[in-house]
């Protein structure tokens, strides 16, 4: 039997991928040959996205993108055989391709690779090995592995995860909480979803490790409507691993009780703020809470709680398994282990780049992207979601390193990176920025619900030249207020997109 | 945050409320149940009426003001009944970069309808969302829970025309 490869993940079936599968399920009966379509999650080449490959001896042979009505032609050029190297879409082992080679896969190792549903091929492809060994080990070893392993948030702070543990552990109660965050509201970015899509047995055993560590009975993952995927994806992979004994009472026979739940969200930037996320899992609306007392301490009903992102808890594993120095032998000064890249927007060559931290901006926009996908020069990229900086190309040589990023008044974030090209209006870019702050404030504190309406109506009569000097003299004070006063960084971070656009590219403004 | 007066009170269609109460009881364990009840209301009949408000709240022990307060908080949540076909364009900096805003644009100038609008038939809300996260195949489009990549302003016209 021949075993072809289609992927399910959402980016993929937005452009066709579902139609594709069908089109080849049908050829190869019409064919009589032996053929599985296996629907696996996304390699996170997305611009050859529906890719489809088949199983050969040399390993696994791509072709992409391929569109539904090529599936016929492909197939009688001998596709079902991973022939066909003339036909256009013939794309050679994907694991040789430059692209995927050159990446560091930890944490997306298993992604595009297995089948999300099958907890058989899990196990196959090294699954539960991380959870195995914490668990011949106190949760006070696995906390200090953690610390170890140098693993820092993925979810924006960058705040060393094993710390973040070593609090929660030494908290005294009998009811504490794992919280996921799950709520990937920054636009560029889309690993959460991948990873979720394409590998969720891996997060359920992160956040199993986590509770290990910390003495956490319960768990939820807080997770955005937006992703009804991966909504689907995580509780099919939950029911299953329950039936497996990956959770509930005494897992994998260690005695370890443990269980978790999905909460959607609700359409609410603001609810991937942790405070905010935790009052919206209580019930209430999303308003952020002041800190202290820190969410490790008083978290979700008030007990200690962990909350990591997706991204962190889906590391864990692979810390475990290979041993912390293994993990932090990849990265750069603080910024260890390796991270996921997300290549978005205005971008030729689109997708997931897992690297070592330290790869530099130019190499991911340029060496992976290939540049715009529109042909122009690119002008600007945004680093770290809606509340990064914009970037122009004259600092491409920044390497991806949360010290050295925050040292140009930049951000990493969620490693999501937006590309655009010359027709960009920096002007307009930065008016969304308010725009954006005035429409998600939790309305909490005044320099943020008022301070971003009072910029967009200052970058509007900037850009109509009312009194452009004073204006931009006032954007600038209002941007330092709104940095000084607000409670959260959603009001604290705004003035980073607004302020690198008026550096980088004043004559948008008109200066 | 919006704030409103209610002057003459909603009437209730007939066995909602009760079904209301159902859909809430079933969920009354779960640590935090409101936004799971207000989720399930919502899938069961596409909006949140004024009237479910008091039955919720009378539920879980909480102030109508309270459970009030939620349900206008989250973009989610529709206080009115939607056409049959939701469409929301991303408006987000990705899909910005490549043509997101004119997307938009030509959405209201095809539909007739703007953002948060019904068409005048009935059968079309077209709404904005902020990010799909599908940011490297942009404009995206979703169409009921269907995500497209790659939208443009044709292609938008032929998926609408499809849906429709
Ligand atoms: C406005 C705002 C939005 C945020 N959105 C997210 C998000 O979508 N996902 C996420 O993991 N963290 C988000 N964060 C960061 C979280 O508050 C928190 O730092 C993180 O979830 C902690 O997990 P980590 O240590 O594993 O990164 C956001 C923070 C702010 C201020
Ligand atoms: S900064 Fe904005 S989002 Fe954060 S607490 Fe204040 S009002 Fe809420
Ligand atoms: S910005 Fe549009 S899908 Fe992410």
Redesign the interface.
């Known amino acids: 039997m021949t075993r072809v490869f289609v992927s399910r993940d ?2 993929a ?3 066709g991928a579902d139609e594709v599968a069908e089109r080849i399920a049908a050829a190869a009966r019409t064919a009589g040959a032996d053929v599985e379509v296996v629907r696996t999650g996304t390699r996170g080449m ?2 050859l ?1 529906p890719l489809v490959e088949v199983e050969t001896p040399e390993g696994r042979v791509g072709y992409g993108p391929v569109a539904p009505e090529e599936v016929d032609g492909l197939v009688a050029a001998g596709l079902l055989d991973g022939a066909g190297r003339s036909e256009g879409a013939y794309l050679g082992p994907v694991e040789e391709l430059p692209w995927m080679k050159r990446q560091q896969r930890l944490t997306f190792g298993r992604v595009g690779v297995v089948d999300p549903r099958s907890a058989t091929e899990y196990e196959e492809h090294d699954g539960l090995q991380g959870l195995r060994r914490a668990l011949t080990m106190t949760p006070a070893e696995v906390v200090e592995e953690v610390v170890d392993s140098g693993l820092r948030g993925r979810g924006g702070a960058g705040f060393p995860t094993g710390i973040k543990w070593r609090t929660v552990l030494g908290a005294e109660d009998e009811l504490k909480f794992v919280c996921c965050n799950a709520d ?7 690993a959460d ?1 991948m990873l979720i899509e394409g590998d969720p047995f891996v997060l359920i055993e992160g956040m199993t490790i986590a509770a290990y560590a910390v003495g956490a009975s ?1 768990g939820y993952v807080y997770l955005r ?4 995927d991966a909504i689907e994806a995580l509780t099919a992979a939950i029911v299953t691993a329950r039936d497996r004994g990956w959770l509930g009472e005494d897992i994998l026979g260690s005695g370890l009780s443990f269980d978790l ?1 999905i ?7 603001i609810c991937g703020e942790e405070t905010s996320m935790l009052e ?7 308003m952020v809470r002041a800190k202290p007392p820190i969410p490790a301490l008083e978290g ?2 008030g007990k200690p709680t962990v909350v990591n992102n997706v991204l962190s808890l889906a590391t864990i594993p692979t810390i475990l398994a290979n041993g912390a120095a293994a993990y932090a032998a990849y990265g750069v000064g603080r910024s260890l282990g390796t991270s996921v890249f ?6 030729a060559r ?2 997931i780049v897992e690297t070592a931290f330290g790869i530099t901006l130019g190499e991911l926009v340029n060496d992976f992207g290939g540049g715009s ?2 042909g122009q020069p690119v002008r600007a990229v ?1 680093v770290g979601g ?1 509340l990064g900086a914009y970037l122009p190309v004259e600092q491409f040589d920044l390497p991806m390193d949360y010290e050295a990023f925050a040292a140009a008044g930049a951000m990493v974030g969620h490693g ?1 990176i ?4 010359e027709s ?1 209006d920096m002007a307009a ?1 930065a008016r ?1 920025a308010f725009q ?1 702050c005035a429409e ?1 404030s939790c ?1 909490k504190c005044t320099p943020c619900r008022v301070g971003a309406v009072r910029g967009v109506e200052t970058i509007d009569r900037i850009t109509a030249g009312v009194d452009r000097a004073e204006n931009l003299v006032l954007l600038d004070d209002l941007c330092d207020l709104m940095t000084d006063g607000s409670l959260c960084a959603m009001g604290g971070l705004t003035p980073l997109p607004v302020r690198s656009a008026v550096r980088h590219f004043g004559k948008d403004f008109g200066s | 945050m919006t704030m409103e007066v209610t002057d003459s009170a909603p009437v209730p269609a007939a066995g909602r409320p009760q079904r209301v109460r159902e859909l809430a009881a079933e969920r009354i364990r779960l640590r935090g149940p409101l936004l799971p009840i207000l989720h399930a209301v919502q899938e069961e009949f596409g909006w949140i009426s004024q009237t479910d408000i008091p039955v919720i709240a009378d539920v879980l022990n909480l102030s109508v003001a309270e459970v009030h307060g939620v349900v206008t908080f989250y973009r989610d949540f529709r206080r009115d009944p939607a056409g049959r076909i939701t469409v929301r364009i991303c408006q987000a900096e990705a899909c910005r970069s490549v043509g997101a805003v004119e997307l938009g644009e030509h959405a209201r100038r095809s539909t007739g309808a703007g953002f948060g609008e019904t068409t005048a038939d009935g059968r079309l809300t077209v709404d904005e969302v902020f990010c799909l996260g599908n940011c490297a195949l942009g404009p995206a489009v979703q169409v009921g829970d269907k995500v497209h990549g790659r939208v443009t302003p044709a292609r938008l016209d032929a998926i609408l025309g499809e849906a429709r």
Do not use: C, H, I
């Not at chain 1, 409507?225 to 009804?228: M, V």
């Not at chain 1, 919206?280 to 999303?286: N, P, Q, T």
């Not at chain 1, 937006?418 to 090209?421: C, I």
């Open positions: 959402l980016a079936k937005s452009v997305l611009w996205e990937e509201g920054d636009s560029g970015t889309f979803r319960e409507s937006e992703y009804p739940q909460r959607v969200g609700a359409g609410a930037y919206s899992l209580e019930g209430k609306r999303g979700l009903f997300q290549l978005g927007g205005n971008v689109g997708g996908a529109s945004q809606p999501g937006v590309v655009f090209d960009v870019m969304f954006f998600e309305g």
